[in-house]
């Protein structure tokens, strides 16, 4: 999904391959033409050749977070963002990859509903402003053929935060089958939403795109769990391999919510 993937949909149709100078906002593509079945359609065949998507357990012992709480700006928020360290070796951080909402708060209401939007616009979204947040912040870490995804929404709320997951929920359940199309190539993509494990106290919303570009199957696994006003997501993604099974995602999500936490004092 994307969630999130900093992978070009143009450097993936050449390369196949995930790589630093190539990575992009959204998932692996810019700004897609689509069309997208209703719910209830099932997966295109090539889409159902994707890798098969880990769900590791979490390294990390974990402890009670409290919800997350005050407002801070997408600069502040890029430093809750885990550092190079918490990645494998071979990892690095791609600098386009980075987005955030700037130096201030935006009261801007949402460009993007959740409700309406298409599923290929969805993911190339995902990790970019625009759903009615306060501020947010995203990155990824890319290795050869697998990245790491991690991301900060903040929204006014801690409603809105989770109607923000709930939203996701929905738009998930209709895009069961969907094309993107961008330099002359298509991808054949499915969503799916199901429960997933707790995180620091918390619920969280795994959510899993899979699917195929130029006959190589892509897999981006991505957890959001909402904590008051903050959505804490983290993702692994891979392209025509495993996506990376360590650091586990609840790992990720786990040390932003922590993370989050000790900024906020200090903000």
Do not use: W
Not at 54 to 61: F, G, H, K, R
Request: proline share 7%; net charge negative.
């Amino acid at each position: 999904m994307s969630s999130v993937s900093k992978v070009l949909f143009g450097c993936a149709a050449a390369a196949l391959v995930l790589v630093t100078g190539c990575a992009t906002k959204g998932v692996p593509y810019g700004t897609p033409s689509s069309s997208s079945s209703p719910g209830g359609s099932a997966p295109s065949a090539a889409a159902s050749s994707a890798p098969a998507v880990p769900d590791s357990a979490p390294a990390v012992p974990e402890s009670p977070v409290p919800m997350a709480s005050g407002q801070l700006t997408g600069i502040q928020l890029q430093t809750v963002l885990l550092p190079q360290s918490s990645f494998p070796a071979g990892f690095a951080l791609s600098p386009s990859s980075a987005v955030s909402s700037g130096g201030s708060l935006s009261s801007s209401p949402a460009q993007f509903d959740l409700a309406a939007m298409s599923c290929a616009a969805f993911v190339s979204h995902l990790g970019s402003t625009g759903f009615g947040e306060t501020a947010m912040a995203f990155n990824s870490f890319v290795g050869g053929h697998q990245a790491f995804d991690q991301m900060v929404y903040q929204f006014g709320s801690a409603t809105a935060a989770s109607d923000f997951v709930a939203g996701i929920k929905s738009l998930a359940a209709r895009c069961h089958a969907f094309t993107a199309t961008d330099n002359g190539t298509t991808g054949h993509f499915s969503l799916s939403a199901t429960p997933g494990p707790a995180v620091g106290g918390h619920p969280s919303l795994r959510l899993v795109q899979t699917g195929t570009i130029s006959g190589s199957g892509l897999v981006l696994d991505t957890l959001l769990t909402p904590s008051g006003v903050d959505v804490f997501a983290g993702s692994a993604v891979g392209l025509g391999t495993d996506a990376p099974a360590s650091p586990a995602k609840q790992d990720i999500v786990y040390g932003l919510m922590k993370r989050q936490a000790a900024a906020a004092v200090l903000g």
